[in-house]
T-cell receptor, first 112, second 112 residues
């Protein structure tokens, strides 16, 4: 059974703070993704990675960066959190040639 | 890039009735179309998918149809039950090549 773990489920951060959201998958998947979910806007792709140390911008990368130092771990970084980054963040992974993506439980971030 | 439109945004049906959710996509090169179900407070999970070489796929009470010419695909749920209440997302991609692009979601409520 695929497991994608987001270590922080609920966070409250102050404006301007640096925020790290961590994601680990245990299925040796090559591909990893970060999506943001907001009511009425669906799931929007922030960044993705098809290999270690590789990253690609998604549709809404502004204000975010990512790190993939190890195959199983994909971190989302908010360099200076702002209130408009209050949202639910979903990490996902898939095989290299696979299309099915498996989501983590999500991280609820509130920036005050 | 790909753009996926999903309708309706909310849908209420009586228990036992059918529900239909429709999506259109813009990139004619897209060939993989999954549907995800997200129950309240949980992660999105794949419920059915279809590839562009078939026109219809069924799995018990759910079915998906694809019209490549018109670039639209639909989810059909028959004999709806209260546990079908959730948010449903359609998505599209070029299999193994591009990340999934999601629609904005449909909140389905099944009224007992």
């Amino acid at each position: 059974d695929v497991k994608v773990t987001q270590s922080s489920r609920y966070l409250v951060k102050r404006t301007g703070e640096k925020v790290f959201l961590e994601c680990v998958q245990d299925m040796d998947h090559e591909n990893m993704f970060w999506y943001r979910q907001d009511p009425g806007l669906g799931l929007r792709l922030i960044y993705f990675s098809y290999d270690v140390k590789m990253k690609e911008k998604g549709d809404i990368p502004e204000g975010y960066s990512v790190s993939r130092e190890k195959k199983e771990r994909f971190s989302l970084i908010l360099e200076s959190a702002s209130t408009n980054q209050t949202s639910m963040y979903l990490c996902a992974s898939s095989e290299a040639s696979g299309n099915t993506i498996y989501f983590g439980e999500g991280s609820w971030l509130t920036v005050v | 890039g790909e753009n996926v439109e999903q309708h309706p945004s909310t849908l209420s049906v009586q228990e036992g009735d059918s529900a239909v959710i429709k999506c259109t996509y813009s990139d004619s090169a897209s060939n993989y179309f999954p549907w995800y179900k997200q129950e309240l407070g949980k992660r999105p999970q794949l419920i059915i998918d279809i590839r562009s070489n078939v026109g219809e796929k069924k799995d018990q009470r759910i079915a998906v149809t694809l019209n490549k010419t018109a670039k639209h695909f639909s989810l059909h749920i028959t004999e709806t039950q209260p546990e079908d209440s959730a948010v449903y997302f359609c998505a599209a991609s070029i299999a193994g090549n591009t990340p999934l692009v999601f629609g904005k979601g449909t909140r389905l409520s099944v009224i007992a």
